[in-house]
């Protein structure tokens, strides 16, 4: 489904500043894994669903998703393959449309777009429907504008947006850390429900490792830019946080200490 | 001085047409192009030209104007997408080598077109009516930019643009390439501007190298008095077809301030500051409001 060979990036190369972030990553994924990634800051997580999405070039390696090396297409060209939902709730909508006319640039990803009318009759009837399914009211407010929602909201609209037309493979880059628990816990239980009930195959971000635990068929964790732990399964299903905790000070040392992955 | 306001009238209809190209890069686009003081006076320019050099049609000679209007908004973008040039600094390099290229077309500062005919002689003629010709023909201009963007916004393609100006980032992630918006919306509106250019061209029946000076201010200005007066307006009018109305009125209430205070004695070159003045005063008032209700709500003991 989706295979990552020898995927690697580094920042401000030959500067002062100079930072690999990601060191030759090796990673496949089968079609229906939902995959959970750990680690701590600056570990290459959110710098892997970039390389993925197509936000910066690759420096060295390919990935191949369904068949389509996608390695050096755009990040708008990849948006045809890719939902995505970001860890600010202000980046995955556009904050001065209508929630219609939001979903409606979701519904043309990855089509081609022309001058006809950019949302029909027929489109409003089911975004009522797929609306009602958040249970957060929105199917009333179909002409509010996207900016008038909470941060929750906006986070289950980009959600279903990024849904709303199948994606081969959905990214989500921590897109509860800005919430409140409670929100958190409600995008959180959208977030099984939409990617069971759609068989998608799903990466998932988290700082929290009981989340980690809990969600999806296998976990990945990362440190310095490399996947140091990757278990799925029963053996998964029987993990406990002090275990990852061990194989995160097993890995990453010293640095562990003041990470902020402790207080998860 | 009723002349002198049909005048102000018919000058702000056709300059309103401008004020929608400032629109899209303005309010929809989230960039100030400053491209547009030099593809309005080449929309002039090359409309002066043909007419006079070359005897073309005046109709084929405003298409052509916005045609060029087009070609340097295309350049702006070129700097601004492909070389990551900051949007202003492209329009500024763009408009500054406008001037040169205006000298170059019209081959002298200014070009008069006295003596040769103009849509608005043409209609003229048909009509009998010079006073309102320039009002009704510049109506009917401005009628049908508004319902061309009214209807274009509307699309597949006009809402991939809004979307672009909102949020480029979640543009992209939606399959929107933001460089081809870019270019049609910096292509569209210079397009505008140049129209704009041509037709006030044939209108004061001269080209003049700097008929653009100072265009993009009178663009921010129009659109700032629209929305003041929008919000002014009884249902506060909100829909896209009514701002962009409220665009070109903006622009014809600008020209009627401007007639007014010249006939009262104003220096015809303290216009320029009333207007920068008028931009200025517009965009401080929400800013210095906000923060004297921030300090206005702090309460010492805590309570809200």
Redesign the interface.
Same mark, same amino acid.
């Given at each position: 489904m989706l295979t990552l060979t020898n995927v690697g990036k580094t920042f401000n190369k030959g500067t002062v500043n100079e930072k690999a972030a990601l060191r030759g990553i090796d990673l496949h994924l089968n079609r229906g894994d939902f995959v959970t990634v750990i680690g701590g800051n600056g570990a290459g997580k959110s710098t892997m669903l970039n390389m993925i999405?197509g936000v910066h070039p690759l420096d060295s390696g390919t990935i191949v998703l369904d068949g389509h090396d996608i390695s050096r297409l755009?990040?708008?060209?990849r948006?045809?393959y &890719?939902g995505?939902v970001?860890q600010d709730p202000?980046? =995955?909508?556009?904050?001065?449309?209508q929630i219609d006319?939001n979903l409606?640039?979701?519904a043309?990803? =990855?089509?081609s777009?022309? &001058?006809?009318? =950019?949302?029909t009759k027929a489109e409003r009837t089911r975004y009522v429907d797929e609306l009602a399914k958040l249970d957060l009211g929105l199917e009333t407010r179909l002409s509010d504008k996207v900016g008038l929602l909470s941060g929750g909201q906006r986070q289950a609209l980009t959600l279903l947006?990024a849904t709303l037309q199948r994606p081969d493979l959905l990214l989500l880059d921590e897109h509860t850390a800005a919430l409140d628990p409670k929100t958190a816990a409600k995008v959180l239980e959208l977030t099984e429900q939409i990617v069971s009930s759609e068989g998608l195959t799903t990466l998932m971000v988290t700082h929290n490792m009981h989340d980690a635990i809990r969600m999806g068929n296998r976990l990945i964790m990362m440190a310095d830019g490399k996947i140091i732990y990757d278990v799925r399964g029963e053996e998964k299903a029987g993990l406990h946080r002090a275990d990852l905790m061990r194989k995160f000070e097993e890995a990453a040392g010293e640095e562990f200490a003041n990470d902020r992955m402790l207080l998860g | 001085m009723t002349l002198a306001l049909l005048g102000a009238v018919s000058q702000g209809i056709l300059w309103g047409i401008m004020v929608l190209g400032v629109y899209i890069t303005y309010k929809l686009l989230d960039i100030a192009d400053l491209t547009c003081d030099g593809s309005l006076a080449l929309g002039g320019c090359v409309c002066a030209v043909l007419i006079v050099e070359h005897g073309i049609n005046p109709w084929l000679a405003l298409l052509a104007g916005t045609v060029a209007g087009m070609l340097a908004g295309a350049v702006t973008d070129v700097l601004h997408t492909v070389f990551d040039i900051p949007a202003i600094l492209a329009g500024i390099l763009t408009q500054i080598s406008l001037w040169s290229i205006n000298l170059r077309i019209m081959g002298k500062s200014n070009i008069p077109l006295l003596k040769h005919e103009t849509i608005f002689s043409e209609i003229t003629v048909a009509s009998g009516l010079p006073q309102t010709t320039v009002v009704v023909l510049g109506l009917v201009f401005a009628t049908i930019c508004v319902g061309a963007l009214y209807w274009f916004f509307g699309t597949e393609i006009g809402s991939a643009l809004r979307a672009t100006g909102n949020n480029e980032d979640m543009s992209r992630a939606m399959g929107i390439d933001t460089r081809a918006t870019k270019m049609i919306a910096l292509m569209l509106s210079n397009g505008l501007v140049g129209l704009a250019g041509a037709l006030i061209c044939q209108s004061q029946k001269y080209a003049d190298i700097g008929m653009g000076t100072g265009a993009i201010i009178i663009g921010l200005a129009a659109i700032v008095i629209g929305e003041v007066l929008g919000r002014l307006t009884p249902g506060k009018l909100r829909s896209f077809s009514s701002r962009l109305v409220a665009a070109v009125v903006g622009s014809v209430v600008y020209f009627l301030i401007r007639a007014i205070v010249l006939q009262m004695g104003m220096d015809a070159n303290d216009m320029k500051l009333l207007s920068a003045a008028i931009v200025a005063i517009a965009l401080a008032v929400p800013v210095v409001w906000e923060r004297q209700q921030l300090r206005a709500s702090y309460r010492k003991g805590g309570e809200a």
């Open positions: 999405a755009s990040e708008h060209a948006a045809a &890719l995505r970001f202000m980046r =995955g909508t556009a904050a001065d449309m006319e409606a640039l979701a043309r990803r =990855g089509k777009r022309t &001058l006809r009318w =950019g949302i947006m | -």
